[in-house]
């Protein structure tokens, strides 16, 4: 945008500033000369499905082409759950708070505990259990996690069992919000696979919009009792396309091979490659990132300076002279502006 | 898909079954090598409502880019009623009949009066505005209708208007369903421009995704009392899009100059050149349509025929021997196919 | 309330006119004197329930005490059903008509059909069935009847049985609204018991409030798969009384001998001498009511004349000349009264 | 219940544990020999809504009566929010806690804050303002307080006034739940009045179900803006009485002298009477309540002897070794109930 010595530079807002991967985009012209049938139920949607499934070891999963991330999480939450039910998720989590009350909408109480590191635990699970035991409150049902969660954290696979363990004895369900699950399977330390994604929770889904996708989550519904009549609830909720073939003709170039997998690690190089440079130029963080975002603390002027430069999220209030921002690698993210970043955050530090 | 004899043929089921328009797919191209503001917010949907606002002769109108039909109409409804308010339709309305319930699902009741050749008439409104008028029932307040209807007829200027007119005498909104907007207004017989709707509606969606898009309606909100807030409805009921420039080039490409109305033409032509040769073949229609649908009756045994040949949708009973079947053309629909669908028709009626 | 001659006459406007029988009250007096646990959970609702369950037949039937007719419609229906799921009624049946949209506000759509004198007929559900078939539609799940109906009229056993059969085969749920359930079971040529009602529906509610209550419906959930967590939905609806004895100690009273059947018969009586004064003064009725409504066509100067007499409701237009009211006798309504009121109506169509 | 020597005893678990007064008795059992008009259109809620009214100097203000507190808060919220609005509350809030959901069955997001002894402070609101400030959050629109709070303790006149001057300040509604307005009213320390409620919210209800009468709630909207189509509302959510006079000719007694203010004076007497003995005898308690709600800090072993001699509710966790319980006193409770609980209290402490 501007033309000072220190750019030009890409934004680092978030991970849907790119549209999609080349090979998506070709995908999606191929199949927009083709005639396809709508609503979902064309070829490339069905082989999409299929392809996604053979990974996940569940022949029985169901797997449905959504559009965003608030919309697969209200369409599911809303599927799966009784009136007087309620979420269980952590107070950072997106249903929580950056989803316009989107599953209050659909009737539905968020209840929140605090996160450790961005991630819910099987104690503040069992604190609103404890709290919520009468006819009096709502009814807790089902336990909300993302992976990677809001501050590019992982789930441990121990973690994710000793979750789901929990909701096994409590007769809750599990869900897991994956709008970064690409990049949370191949972030450094992750122990997971989509089998085990897909083996450990009742339903989840793997979002496409910020790995490489112009639009389109998939969501996966593991368990069979909370399969049926979905595509009336997709309708009913605005949520079915009459070109369902633009969701799956761009699945199927994710799954068709292991390109959904390269994205979300080529994006969290570009964040490592970040993370680390910011660290050897003495930044703090407010969090050590195994993902795709990172959150280095500046002050407040390095802040106003760094915004000339680039586009970035401020984050939270940090002290009375610094805040956190949270800088975000894609996909699409070059080396070169990841060093030219760092060499202008750089400049502003010395 | 079959070999016969009287193939290949295109499907004639849908304005939905082929994707986008090549100049769109193009601008989508384009704009996905970029980097862009998330949510709507990018250069290419302010730029495509500014278009589009251009055309109308209301310079406070807002515009907001949306994914699907059915989308559309739940958010504008729901954010324009308050909870006891409802919506007025004729029997045959897409919110009345084909969205699974999305509105009441929002809360409202539709209230249905029957079509007159698909259209809502001042006295199907009075009607119901004579039943309910009390505490105890609902209370009228949004006035729905489609153009082109579900029956592909066309509303005349004088008729929206002296609905409108009944609005406004009646304290009612006037919204109108788009979703075939590209076809009426290029229909033959119309008397209307797109300002003539602004001027007569308070709010309306032009349809994308029967007019050449891969997905996207625009949303035009003519009057400012309906205005405040919408972003947030958008984003709670799961409708905007992270990477909202996917709506935004498509219709910066459509309203750029005449594609949109080209396209809509395009359909309407191929469909009366359908409808035509169906007349000379001697096929009785159940309404005479001026725009992209046409409704052939015929006997089962021609359909059955029929369906080996092409695809189409079996639209309702007619008497013991024939019923009526509804055939659609849309802007990809080429001249040789329809003269094969002709064709093969005329063979199964010889 | 005027002092010509043809009076003192009482209301004939509705059933809700009086408050509670005696007896009644005596118990509510008697209750409101104790200490009682709250919510339902005291020993006069236990009582009642359990009272009422002895004549059910059912022993595994739960009992839930509600507020009034809309109120329990909307919490059972709203407990039963997914939310895309959808309510069969009569065009005339509460729900559809006079309930504000409650149904709809919860969430679900009313799918409605001609009524046969009032009464839903298997023919009116296959219709509805017929068209409501893929997921572009609502799922038809629960079937609405009321009895008596808003006509008055009641269904017999093999009415209900042939409905219950329909729902069998096509995985339906059977809801009876019995606010006028009272007056049903007495009235002449009913077949039917309470036991009956009970084995032939899913669920059901029996009418305190039109027999002889200040407040208070019985709503009887026969079927297991219904009952869970319904005290939660209770609370959730703000229709969960803190003093639930007050329902409980009514009904109580209602059930410990045959009050409640003998305050039916009563309605019922009174309204058979009225309906049958009205048949010798030669005025013609709307239908021939076996219960506790009476629905004479009068002019509209006899109607006017009436107004100044006594107070009924202006049920529907009949003709030019002509219009039907409603005239409704209560557990209350006295000989005298009615006779009265034929007098009154005896001099106006001299 | 059982017949050592420490007994008997009355409850005190809540303020609802009795009936009516035999005030409100008499006036329920003289309307409901009369014949009234429904649906609250009676002459008994015409009155008494007039001298409620007469005692707030907003002649323009609005009476509604309802059933209970539940109903009360859910019908006026949703009423009086569009979609994406929410409720800022304390986490001790009714609404937050105790409703099952309720608010959020209707849409909407409670948002809460840390109380500061049971109430809500304007840093408290404005924490949530600072966090809630887009469009991917919800909006926060209506600021909840209950008077007295959920731990008995009483807002003065200069909290509220410095609550609404936020409100106004940030475009808020304010509105009061006023279960124990009666208590609050009469507490030791209180320095407000009904007419001082209502010129400081935009809406509020005074509670009778807590403050002798059977059922009822009187919703008062000050606020014009807020006023209209509230019958509509009322309906729909299963909230209008058939017989309302029920409800009107209670608040008739409360309101036709001061007995309303005696009801809720005589509970704060006994209360503050128990809580003066609990001091003396050297009992810790969670908070000085000036209201009719008491919260001795007791250890377990003495908790489980109580619960054998009277009936309470266990509020909270204290410690390792103790527990918090509370003790309600009502209209109803005698002196020499309150003498025999210290009594016995004072055995087990001894």
């Given at each position: 945008m501007d033309g000072n010595a220190m750019t030009p530079k890409a934004s680092f807002r978030n991970d849907y500033s790119e549209g999609a991967h080349p090979r998506l985009l070709q995908a999606l012209a191929q199949a927009s000369a083709e005639q396809n049938a709508g609503y979902g139920l064309d070829a490339h949607s069905t082989r999409a499905a299929q392809l996604i499934v053979a990974r996940l070891g569940q022949p029985q999963a169901q797997v449905h082409f959504l559009?965003?991330?608030t919309q697969t999480n209200l369409l599911a939450i809303s599927a799966f759950l009784r009136p007087h039910e309620a979420v269980i998720a952590v107070a950072s989590g997106h249903v929580a708070t950056h989803e316009t009350g989107a599953i209050e909408a659909t009737g539905?109480?968020?209840?929140i505990t605090p996160h450790v590191d961005g991630k819910l635990t099987p104690d503040g699970v069992r604190a609103l259990l404890a709290e919520n035991t009468s006819e009096h409150m709502v009814k807790p049902r089902l336990v909300y996690v993302s992976n990677t969660t809001e501050l590019g954290t992982i789930y441990?696979?121990?973690?994710l069992q000793a979750l789901r363990a929990l909701c096994d004895e409590c007769g809750l369900l599990f869900y897991l919000d994956g709008a970064r699950l690409g990049s949370a399977l191949t972030a450094e330390g992750n122990d997971l696979s989509l089998a085990d994604i897909a083996a450990l929770t009742h339903a989840f889904y793997i979002g496409g919009t910020k790995n490489g996708a112009l639009v389109g989550e998939a969501l996966v519904v593991v368990e069979p009792a909370l399969q049926a009549d979905l595509r009336y609830l997709i309708k009913q909720r605005g949520a079915m396309l009459a070109k369902g073939m633009v969701l799956g003709a761009q699945f199927e170039a994710l799954f068709e091979d292991a390109l959904f997998f390269e994205l979300g690690a080529h994006a969290n190089a570009m964040a490592q490659r970040l993370q680390a440079g910011l660290k050897a130029a003495g930044i703090a963080l407010l969090i050590h990132s195994p993902s795709n975002q990172v959150f280095p603390i500046l002050t407040h002027a390095q802040?106003?300076?760094l915004a000339g430069v680039t586009s970035f999220e401020r984050w939270s209030p940090h002290s009375d002279t610094h805040a956190v921002i949270r800088l975000v690698c894609s996909w699409a993210t070059r080396e070169d502006a990841v060093d030219a970043?760092?060499?202008a955050i750089g400049h502003l530090v010395r």
């Open positions: 559009v965003g991330g539905h109480k968020v209840l441990t696979k121990a973690e802040i106003e300076a970043l760092l060499a």
